[in-house]
């Protein structure tokens, strides 16, 4: 099992209240629990630092809150909007290096983006031109809700276009309600994409098994 190489993966979402860090910490457990030397990084955050908080507290507390989210805007908007309105500039060589010295020292990296794949990001870059500069396979949490459909149809295909793996998407119940579209939505998703559906995660799960589609 320790012999076995290094996977680290990228979580996106299809909206900003998709649920990603709840399921990066949650994906993060569930490595941890297996016995592997698994963190978080979230190197873009706005607004707070709650959701690096959580993923630190979700790697065991082993990594400071700077070292998984290496730049901070204070202002609740895109980081590229936030710079703006903060009248400073992001600086992305800092998210791109901050993973790499934890890919160096940890057997498994899970980075999450900040808002959707296509969030503006610095100058023309975007959040989905960081992510394919790394390189890394992408799983896409999907807010399970009515109109999911075509932000994950998307959001799926522009990171194939983009000649990246996407690794399966994970449908999220952000909220308790449940209706015919979110039941349903698993099966659609089936049929129209070539990359599988991970698991359900119900509202308020507190624990999950590593999916085993995934390499570890």
Not at 54 to 77: D, H, R, T, W
Not at 168 to 183: C, F, M, P, T
């Given at each position: 099992m320790?012999?076995?190489?290094p996977?680290?993966?990228?979580?996106?979402?299809?909206?900003?209240?998709?649920?990603?860090?709840?399921?990066?910490?949650?994906?993060?457990?569930?490595?941890?629990?297996?016995?592997?030397?698994?963190?978080?990084?979230?190197?873009?955050?706005?607004?707070?630092?709650?959701?690096?908080?959580?993923?630190?507290?979700?790697?065991?507390?082993?990594?400071?809150?700077?070292?998984?989210?290496?730049?901070?805007?204070?202002?609740?908007?895109?980081?590229?909007?936030?710079?703006?309105?903060?009248?400073?500039?992001?600086?992305?060589?800092?998210?791109?290096?901050?993973?790499?010295?934890?890919?160096?020292?940890?057997?498994?990296?899970?980075?999450?983006?900040?808002?959707?794949?296509?969030?503006?990001?610095?100058?023309?870059?975007?959040?989905?031109?960081?992510?394919?500069?790394?390189?890394?396979?992408?799983?896409?949490?999907?807010?399970?809700?009515?109109?999911?459909?075509?932000?994950?149809?998307?959001?799926?295909?522009?990171?194939?276009?983009?000649?990246?793996?996407?690794?399966?998407?994970?449908?999220?119940?952000?909220?308790?309600?449940?209706?015919?579209?979110?039941?349903?939505?698993?099966?659609?998703?089936?049929?129209?994409?070539?990359?599988?559906?991970?698991?359900?995660?119900m509202?308020?799960?507190?624990?999950?098994?590593?999916?085993?589609?995934?390499?570890?």
């Amino acid at each position: 099992m320790a012999s076995l190489p290094p996977m680290h993966y990228f979580i996106t979402g299809t909206d900003t209240d998709s649920g990603k860090t709840y399921v990066t910490c949650l994906l993060i457990d569930a490595l941890r629990r297996a016995g592997r030397d698994a963190v978080g990084y979230k190197p873009f955050a706005c607004g707070d630092r709650r959701d690096p908080i959580a993923i630190q507290q979700a790697s065991g507390g082993v990594l400071s809150v700077e070292e998984i989210n290496p730049v901070f805007l204070k202002v609740p908007a895109s980081p590229y909007a936030a710079a703006l309105l903060e009248n400073r500039s992001v600086d992305v060589e800092a998210g791109r290096q901050g993973f790499y010295s934890l890919a160096a020292r940890h057997q498994h990296v899970i980075v999450e983006g900040a808002g959707g794949w296509e969030v503006p990001l610095a100058g023309k870059e975007t959040m989905a031109d960081f992510a394919a500069k790394l390189e890394l396979p992408v799983i896409v949490v999907v807010n399970n809700k009515l109109g999911c459909l075509n932000h994950t149809l998307l959001t799926v295909r522009n990171i194939q276009q983009r000649g990246l793996t996407c690794a399966g998407v994970l449908l999220n119940y952000a909220h308790d309600e449940r209706d015919a579209a979110s039941i349903s939505n698993r099966m659609v998703l089936e049929n129209f994409l070539d990359v599988p559906v991970l698991a359900e995660i119900m509202h308020g799960e507190t624990e999950i098994e590593w999916p085993e589609e995934l390499a570890m």
